[in-house]
Each structure stands twice: as C-alpha cells, then as structure tokens.
C-alpha cells in the first residue's frame, strides 16, 4: 500500500476534493460514492452505510442550524497522519471589493439589543452574534492557494475545504468540538477572546488580563457547563480542569479547557457525539433554543455552516469534528468570512466589534491580507 504524507495531500487538494486535517488524521477526498443531506438520524443512516462501504470514512459539515447536511462517503479516500509540516505562504492577489454584512454601526446595535435582552431576560445568559465580509475578485478564487495559506499560518487549527450545495467551505478552527478515538472521547471547547498583539510584552499581557477577566470567565464557564452536562451521560469518566487555560491562534487569545473522558457505550460514534453537543455556547448561547432565536433576528444574514461544525466519522465510529468558525465560503470570484463573539450581560458593542474584526484576520492573513 502506498504512504501518504500529510504536506502531499494538502499540495494535491484541488477543489472539489474535500480536505480535513486534524490531530488524528489528514484526509484527501475525491468524488462521492453517497451524499448524505438529511440531518435528523444523520449519525445513524451514516454509521449503517460505512459498515458495508469500501471506504469506511464519511466526511463534510453540518450546518449552524437546521437545513441539510452535507456529508459523504468519498469515491476514493487518501488518509495520513496530522499535518506538521509548515508551508510557504503563497501570494494571492488583492480583493477588489470588500464589504461587511451587518457594517460596524449594524453590528454594534445588534450587540447593544442583545445585552438590553440578555439584561431583562432572567434565562437569557449568552448569545452569539456575527458577521460577515463580503470580498470579491478579478477572478476565481483559488481555493487551493488560501488552504495552504491557512496552514501556513497556523499548522496546529483544524483545517478543512469541503464541498457545500454552491460553494467550497474553507477554514482554520481553532476548536475541537469532540473526537472519539476508541472509547477516548476529548473536546476543547473555546470562548473568552482577545486580539493578540505584535509587540511580545503586550501580547503577553492581552493573555493575562483575558484568563483574569470576570466577564471572559463567565462567558467561557457557559460553554465547559453546557459541554460537560451533554458529555455526561455518554461517559463513565469525565476529566474537567479545574482551570482554563489560554490558546492562542496567530491573531487571538482564547481560553479553552480540554476536557476528556472515557465512553460508557462504545457503540456511540463520534459523529453522534457531536450532534449531541452542537451547537454549544461558544457558537449559539445559552439556553440554545432562546439564543438561537435571538440570532434568527439580529443576524441579518444566513449563518449556513458557518458555526457548525466539520470532520469526519469512520466505520468504528472515531472521528473529529470542529466547529466550523474562522472560514469562509468561496463561490467562484466571490469569498465570504464569517466572525463572531459571545455577548453576555456586560459586552460592550465596540470591543465585540473589534473581536469581529480580529477574527476576521486568520481569513485575511490567507489571503495575503494584514490583520
Ligand atoms: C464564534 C466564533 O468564535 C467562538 C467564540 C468565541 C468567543 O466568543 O470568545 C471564542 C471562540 C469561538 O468559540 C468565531 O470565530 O466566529
């Protein structure tokens, strides 16, 4: 059989393959024996048709809310180990146009209604709002190029570029919503940000003050609560730090705690663990029925997949899955990003939109940009 290198799939991803490269694994997909759309018994209808595929990975994104999934099982699947290897940035040429979709004065009065709501609304705790930069071309955008650029920048994301209905998906995620490796079950979950600075003394202080920061801490504890009593019941043993601590990506702060445990039926694959947890707070809010709705509207656009969540599932049912945040959707010359935050009872709208615009930068970066 022959070996495949991580750096090798990546140089040979050509859109429409679909890419993911995570802790366990890298895999280069091509073409779609079986498309999966239907959200509800996803994980089911999914883990019946790997136990009698030639390929036993399924594959793609499920999307923020509602709407169809769109997961495969490949034609024919190249897998190797995690992707270490750091690539050169390529140049890509200059956007033509770039435009936000809610601008800044739109999404700083979406902020200040969701604290007003947040505020009045004893169960209302957190809510996620974000938004969109809307950049065009001279022409096609290629794919290939800001994948590699995303790598580059960061090797330690989640990446991926996979296949919607109209447009290729692509990011860098920062955060693992679960992976199951045998009975071990892990999830990182991340909310608390702060934009990194160039100067190494103030970046290390933006860390400190965010791990200190009582509004951050707050924010954050939401998303462990909600993860560890949905992880809970799955799980014999379940290990929860004590403490968060701070992960950094090449343009944020963020305090994340890794949480993992052991499953208590083996049955259970990882793909129907993260339809159990998605989406959690750092993507919706708390309660999620109540926060979602609050999204549905102050968010003037359609979230699609972005806030859901990307991987894969094998036919022994391990997998990784990330929340699908820090990407964009490409659409011939068109690219849109996608960036949120977490607003609670104190967010102030200008510092929610300036985490907008930094998050917007692991994006930008690829596309040969400055943050
Ligand atoms: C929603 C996004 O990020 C999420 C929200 C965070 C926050 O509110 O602090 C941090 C990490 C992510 O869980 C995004 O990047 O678009």
Sequence with gaps: MRMHTADGLLRDYRQPDV????????????????????????????????????????????????????????????????LR??????????????????????????????????????????????????????????????????????????????????????????????????????????????????????????AAGLLSSKKDRGEHAIVVEQVVETLRPFCRKLDVPAEPSVVGTPVMWHIGTEISGRLRDPGVTALELAQALHPTPAVCGTPTAAAREVIGELECFDRGYYAGAVGWVDEHGDGEWAV?????EIAGPKMRLFAGGGIVADSEPDAELDETEAKFGTLLRAMGGRS
């Design 85 to 206: 290897a750091d690539t050169v940035q390529v140049p890509m040429s200059v956007a033509l146009r770039t435009g936000a979709v809610p601008g800044p004065d739109g999404h700083r009065a979406a902020v200040a209604e969701a604290v007003r709501r947040i505020r009045e609304t004893p169960e209302l705790r957190k809510v996620v709002l974000a938004r969109t930069l809307e950049t065009e071309f001279a022409g096609a955008v290629p794919t290939e190029v800001i994948l590699r650029n995303l790598v580059g920048d960061n090797p330690f994301a989640y990446h991926f570029a996979t296949e919607l209905p109209g447009a290729t998906f692509v990011g860098a995620s920062p955060e693992l919503l679960v992976s199951r490796n045998g009975t071990l079950v892990r999830s990182h979950p991340l909310a608390g940000s702060a934009r990194r600075s160039a100067d190494p003394v103030r970046d290390k202080e933006a």
């Design 324 to 328: 699908a945040i820090r990407c964009a």
């Design 19 to 82: 890419f993911f490269a995570g802790k366990e694994r890298t895999l280069l997909a091509n073409g779609a024996d079986e498309t999966f759309t239907e959200a509800d018994g996803l994980a089911g209808s999914v883990a019946e048709r790997l136990a009698e595929s030639e390929v036993p990975v399924a594959l793609g994104a499920i999307p923020f809310t509602g709407g169809e999934a769109a997961v495969l099982i490949p034609k024919t699947l190249r897998a190797a180990g995690p």
